[in-house]
């Protein structure tokens, strides 16, 4: 009988072959890193929301307290430091005062929590800087920055996540089949369970790699844009059909010297407060920065509109000296472009928050197969080298040996 011919790969699947082997082995780890801690990641504020009781409150009917009641609050037990944010949540959750400091080139990060609507004080948590564990701190300087300096951990996190979008594709390029048969389909779209561990492992990577491959890149890009600047510029660029995103710049107060007309006794921040809540009756938290450093600094406050995601959000500022309101752009979500809609969704896009829990989930499950892929991918390798080793030894053993022919 005549032998089977054997299919020749082509040029262009080679290189593709070759370089999806080399260049996975050459970052499997950091995407291994980057993914497993984007698992731990996915559900944080909700672990968060179990082992930590003082985020909430009783909902009462009742105005809150306005910002000055926090800050003086907060101010008792933080003496001689200087908040930077503040923030409401919705009527259920506990108000925060956080200040980000530098202590002897050390950084650190504390918040105090309290009640909303009286302002009494709930409890100060320092998250960073203090030489205690914090867990999910640890696993998101790991999945940004591999726990290096920032500024060498990062750019190695964003030259793996560029390899894994290739590595996304070249796959897709191996696992497309020559033929669409019967077999081809149940090869390329199921698992052998029943199969030898070569033979799993094989499906694990094959099969679960192209089940994943688009909420993958779509992870994979909107971590990107935290990486690269000129990843964001482009993306917005091709997402607005080529217009340059301008740079985030706040509106600036008239520092002429016009004063309020009235209610001068009420800190300025309270009235601008005011001002939102009674455009922001139904939103679902606040932010805001308490302290204005330059004489032109304008008030800066963020109305969020759904409780748990970031993007639909209201932005206002306000001129410190006259509360005269000043727009911008993207200042609110529903009529900005769809490329600064875009801009805004990344973030929540990234970690699933976008569609709720199940969201959620969804980004749970592709960063568990991200994860998953350099180790099956060093297993299929490792297993071809190993037999390539064994046929080589065999050969030596016996160079008599004849070819098997399959009939």
């Known amino acids: 009988m ?45 672990i968060k929301d179990v082992i930590e009781p003082w985020r909430f409150v009783e909902a009462q009917d009742a105005a809150f ?51 909303p609507y009286t302002g009494e004080f709930i409890r100060k948590m320092q998250t960073e800087g203090s030489g205690e564990f914090d867990f999910f701190h640890f696993i998101l300087d790991g999945h940004r920055a591999l726990w290096l300096p920032h500024n060498i951990g990062r750019p190695i996190v964003g030259i793996a996540t560029l390899i894994f979008l290739f590595m996304l594709i070249s796959g897709l390029i191996m696992w497309w089949p020559k033929k669409w048969n019967k077999s081809a389909y149940k090869k390329s779209f199921s698992i052998k369970w029943n199969g030898k561990f070569k033979r799993v492992n094989y499906d694990l990577h094959n099969v679960l790699g192209f089940y994943s ?38 509106p600036h107060s008239d520092i002429s010297g016009a004063a309020l007309s009235d209610n001068m006794n009420l800190p300025v921040l309270d009235r601008a407060f005011y001002k939102v809540i009674e455009q922001e ?36 500022f306000f001129d410190q ?8 752009d993207d200042d609110v979500y529903v009529d900005a472009s769809f490329a600064d809609q875009l801009s805004l969704l990344n973030y929540d896009i990234h970690v699933g928050a976008v569609w709720g829990l199940p969201g959620k989930i969804l980004a749970f ?24 080793s064994n046929n080589s030894a065999q050969k030596y053993e016996n160079p008599r040996a004849k070819k098997t022919i399959s009939c």
């Open 2 to 46: 005549k032998p089977k011919k054997k299919n020749k790969k082509s040029p262009f699947r080679k290189v593709n072959d070759w370089l999806h082997l080399w260049l996975g082995l050459f970052s499997g780890i950091v995407v291994f890193i980057v993914s497993i801690t984007g698992c731990f990641y996915a559900f944080q504020q909700e």
């Open 65 to 115: 307290v306005p910002p000055s009641v926090l800050l003086d609050t907060a101010g008792v037990y933080m003496p001689d430091k200087e908040p930077t944010g503040l923030t409401y949540s919705n009527r259920e959750g506990a108000a925060a005062v956080g200040y980000h400091t530098f202590d002897n080139g050390k950084e650190a990060f504390s918040v105090v929590f309290m009640n």
């Open 213 to 250: 491959l688009v909420f993958a890149f779509i992870i994979a890009v909107t971590g990107l844009v935290w990486s690269f600047q000129w990843f964001g510029n482009s993306l917005y660029y091709i997402t607005s059909a080529g217009e340059t995103k301008a740079a985030h710049e706040h």
């Open 281 to 316: 009756p139904d939103a679902q938290g606040f932010y805001m920065t308490p302290v204005l450093k330059d004489p032109d600094d304008a008030i800066e406050i963020i109305a969020y509109q759904d409780f748990g995601t970031w993007y639909d959000r209201n932005e206002y």
């Open 321 to 328: 000296y006259t509360l005269e309101r000043y727009r911008t």
């Open 365 to 388: 499950l592709i960063s568990l197969v991200s994860a998953s892929l350099p180790v099956t991918g060093f297993l299929v390798w490792w297993n071809k080298k190993k037999k390539k």
